[in-house]
């Protein structure tokens, strides 16, 4: 879960930063939040463990899609939030006002499988948190 938490907001500070996507798959808000289903596919087995390291190594395909100018960037956010649980992060994703809380419980994300999150909801989500300066950044 912290995984996919992790991965969402950088994508969220991404966008409202560079605005561009972070990621190239769209997120999808699911019953816990966020989520990018092919992480969450790819690591669902480890459920609430740590993954091991040898387990990351597939992940290092994936580091050569973010150019330099992610690289801050993705620093701070785990600056940030690295130190939270993935339950933590899950419950930032949830508050009301959320890109998660407007498509969930203000869209048709309830009866929807897979009903995606705009980039362009994130976008504006994360550019409000900059100009508010409210920054718990989720």
């Not at 912290?2 to 560079?18: D, P, R, V």
């Not at 100018?69 to 992060?89: D, R, T």
């Amino acid at each position: 879960m912290k995984l996919i938490k992790l991965t969402y907001i950088s994508h969220g500070w991404n966008l409202a930063f560079y605005s561009k996507p972070l990621i190239s798959e769209s997120v999808q808000a699911w019953k816990y939040g966020p989520v990018v289903q092919s992480l969450y596919h790819g690591f669902k087995q480890f459920g609430n463990e740590e993954i091991p390291k040898s387990e990351l190594e597939c992940l290092q395909d994936l580091s050569k899609e973010f150019v330099s100018e992610n690289v801050p960037l993705l620093e701070k956010v785990w600056e940030k939030y690295g130190g939270l649980s993935g339950l933590q992060l899950s419950a930032l994703t949830h508050q009301p006002g959320t890109p998660w809380d407007k498509v969930w419980n203000h869209g048709d994300g309830k009866n929807l499988i897979g009903a995606i999150i705009p980039d362009d909801l994130i976008k504006e989500f994360y550019i409000e948190k900059l100009k508010t300066k409210t920054g718990s950044g989720h």
